[in-house]
């Protein structure tokens, strides 16, 4: 019997491990001409800090080095994620139904675009306006600012998967209430739980000042505010569906 068991497993481990593989020579693929070109990449993250006329330094030899060893792997690991999650889904593909197909492929367009688009706008919007909080604190007491290169590239970089992160929050709620595991009610019983949340998970991604904490929390609440309306919306049409369902039953039970 367990061998059995084990023989009709077998090719379902074959096909995730050659799909792991696959992800894995993506990303290392990637993470090449991601070091290659770090200096470049760098120089473009870096535009928020060059636009304050700010020098930048290292404090020690190994120091540029590590943050473009550190650079390489999080770009190759940024842009090789829309791979592994379509390697995610092909895995799961045969075991779906065709309803649960259509959510999987609207996922996977879905998460790489949300995280870009919060990446995007960290990088345009919330970027520029914490260093600028960074740099002007407390500016009467003489201190000079000194900015290591490593830590400036570490604060953008977190700045963008935060919000990239944060812009998933959305897409989930949306799933749980397309599968009926919360409803638009229970929701929005608990809204002003959610907006506390929502601007303190804004609080904990940005620097300890109000504008880039709004910056972040306000387009969140409008997001979540949006994914309810379209939450009620799916959720009529389920139930005129529904409805319509049993009144064709009804009709060839009467027949």
């Not at 979540?224 to 799916?234: D, S």
Request: charged share 15%; hydrophobic share 55%.
């Amino acid at each position: 019997m367990k061998e059995t068991e084990a023989n009709e497993w077998a090719p379902h481990l074959e096909e995730l491990r050659r799909r792991i593989i696959a992800a894995l020579a993506v990303f290392v693929a990637a993470s090449i001409p991601a070091f290659a070109f770090s200096d470049h990449i760098a120089s473009f993250l870096m535009s928020p800090v060059y636009a304050l006329d700010v020098r930048l330094y290292t404090f020690n030899p190994a120091e540029k080095f590590m943050a473009y060893m550190h650079l390489a792997v999080w770009t190759s690991t940024t842009f090789s994620s829309p791979f592994c999650l379509l390697q995610i889904g092909l895995f799961m593909w045969p075991a779906l139904r065709a309803t649960e197909r259509r959510w999987t492929l609207a996922v996977l367009l879905a998460v790489p675009a949300l995280f870009f688009a919060g990446a995007a706008a960290a990088y345009r919007f919330l970027a520029p306006a914490a260093l600028r909080f960074f740099l002007r604190f407390a500016a009467a007491d003489g201190i000079q600012p000194l900015w290591g290169f490593k830590e400036c590239l570490s604060v953008l970089y977190t700045l963008m998967f935060a919000a990239g992160l944060l812009l998933q929050a959305p897409l989930l709620l949306l799933l749980a209430l397309a599968l009926g595991i919360v409803t638009p009610k229970t929701v929005s019983r608990f809204r002003p739980h959610i907006v506390i949340v929502i601007f303190l998970a804004a609080a904990l991604c940005t620097p300890p000042d109000v504008i880039s904490q709004i910056a972040l929390g306000a387009p969140l609440y409008l997001l979540f505010e949006a994914t309810l309306f379209i939450g009620r919306f799916f959720r009529l049409k389920n139930a005129e569906s529904t409805q319509l369902q049993n009144r064709q039953m009804r009709r060839k039970e009467n027949k």
